[in-house]
């Protein structure tokens, strides 16, 4: 098993739990190895793809409602200790407005861009948030930060149906 499968894995497991505490009843059960464990949701595939696919980014994540809840929360993320978090003004800024939410930080003496955007389904309902956290580069200018997560978004919404989608177990568990 490669350090990404490995990674994806425990975090995945992780996330289970974690949502699972949260969320009680959103995730299903699985039977592996003769074990009780809660599937990983499409969310997380979501995330863990992304990150491969995208080296520029140091951290993402996606938060919504979950079914039958009121909160919004972090439900899947390349940080772990990140599931299950309640919304924040990024996200909910990005949601009400529609638009793009920027923070430009200083992390070890450089500028990191931190986008929240919010995403929508396959019929352009909006059906929470994507945060991104760009590496940083040399002479990084936030229009071209803004575009560059607004191409990484719109590669994730193609990925989304629907927002219950995002919560249907996959079978990388």
Partial sequence: MNTHNA???STGLLLSIVL???CPGVLPWLVQDGQKTRATIFAQQIVDDTLV???EIEGLE???TPPG???CITIASTDAKEIGEKCGKDEFTAIETNAPFVEKETENGKEVF???LPIHDSNGQRVG???MDFKPEPRQEQAKVIERAKQIAKELESRIIT???LFEPTSST
Wanted: hydrophobic share 35%; no cysteine; charged share 25%.
């Fill in 114 to 116: 931190d986008v929240t």
């Fill in 62 to 64: 996606l938060a919504t």
């Fill in 69 to 71: 809840k009121t909160e």
């Fill in 53 to 55: 696919a995208h080296p």
């Fill in 129 to 131: 948030t994507v945060g």
């Fill in 7 to 9: 990674l994806s894995s």
């Fill in 20 to 22: 699972g505490a949260v």
């Fill in 163 to 165: 927002k219950e989608r």
